[in-house]
């Protein structure tokens, strides 16, 4: 029986430079070039090896993340993510900080690391409310390691103490919803109603961030969810669905209103289900299709 999942996640006051931990997670700039804050603690203690590193990586999108070693850091490697900055809410922010963490914590796992540690991204110079963006970092966090073994120990690393009682309290929260729905066989994400509607929240955020970060627009986007969230019945086939929409505009150079042909929506449907039913089957692993 593997550990539960409020073992498996820690919240702690202190330096993100300073953990022992297999990756530590940087609030980063889209050119990766260092910066002030997390960036700037990091880049010091990592020493003169990081920057030529993160020169030949060519920048980060929002919500994505890239990794390099860590140099003189405990932690052998840093993952560089870039957090949305806060426009007032409504322009994908909670969907893109999402982002942040699910593509730091793959990234991880494509690397075999097993313990991880994050700042608070985003709340700092880039202005995102604490309690606002603590909330969207441990659902984010409890979800995947709800669907995936793969990283036994994620520690939040908060500066100063209200951001310290912040996490606690979320993960506390989040816990305590785990402790009440897991007799009745709810799922232990914190996510509201039943696995179907989860399955469309988590469908809905994925799409918002394609959108954002190729600048595009779905036409019929809520249909465009729904369709994908009626076809997926579990996350895994959300997750490889909307991954494999994500390579169809990247490799179509979709841009402005972008309808997703019926034939290629069908055959990413039909490879998404028939791959997480074999995940399912199998217990491992998939990329996620192209179309
Ligand atoms: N360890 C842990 N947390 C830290 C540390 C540290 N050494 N230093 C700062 N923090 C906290 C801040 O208090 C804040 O809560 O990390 C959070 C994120 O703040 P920022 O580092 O300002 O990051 P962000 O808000 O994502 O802004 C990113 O700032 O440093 C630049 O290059 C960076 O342009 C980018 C922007």
């Not at 020493?47 to 070693?69: D, N, Q, S, V």
């Not at 700042?119 to 202005?127: K, Q, Y």
């Not at 103490?161 to 994400?189: P, W």
Request: proline fraction near 3%.
């Amino acid at each position: 029986m593997g550990r539960s999942l409020t073992d498996r996640v820690a919240v702690v006051e202190g330096d993100i430079t300073a953990q022992h931990v297999d990756a530590i997670v940087n609030a980063a700039n889209e050119s990766l070039l260092g910066g002030g804050g997390v960036d700037g603690a990091i880049h010091r203690a990592a020493g003169p090896g990081l920057p030529g590193e993160c020169r030949r990586l060519g920048g980060c999108k929002t919500g994505e993340a890239k990794i390099t070693a860590g140099y003189n850091l405990p932690a052998r490697f840093v993952i560089h993510t870039v957090g949305p900055r806060w426009r007032g809410g409504d322009h994908g922010e909670d969907a893109l900080l999402a982002s942040c963490y699910t593509s730091s914590l793959r990234l991880a796992e494509e690397h075999g690391v097993r313990t991880i540690a994050f700042p608070a991204i985003s709340t700092g110079a880039f202005g995102f409310p604490l309690p606002r963006a603590a909330a969207i970092a441990v659902r984010t966090v409890f979800d995947h390691l709800s669907r995936s073994d793969a990283i036994s120990q994620v520690t939040f690393v908060c500066h100063g103490e209200r951001a310290f009682l912040l996490f606690k309290d979320a993960v506390d929260e989040l816990a305590g919803e785990c402790t009440r729905t897991a007799g009745r066989g709810g799922n232990c994400t914190g996510l509201q109603g039943d696995v179907q509607e989860a399955v469309r929240e988590q469908v809905r955020a994925q799409v918002q961030v394609i959108e954002i970060v190729y600048g595009i627009r779905f036409v019929e986007g809520e249909r465009l969810t729904g369709e994908i969230a009626s076809k997926c019945s579990d996350r895994e086939c959300a997750d490889i669905a909307t991954s494999a929409l994500n390579s169809w505009v990247a490799l179509s150079g979709a841009s402005g209103d972008v309808e997703v042909p019926p034939e290629v929506l069908a055959r990413i449907l039909d490879r998404a289900s028939k791959r997480a039913a074999h995940q399912n089957d199998t217990g491992q692993g998939g990329e996620g299709t192209c179309p």
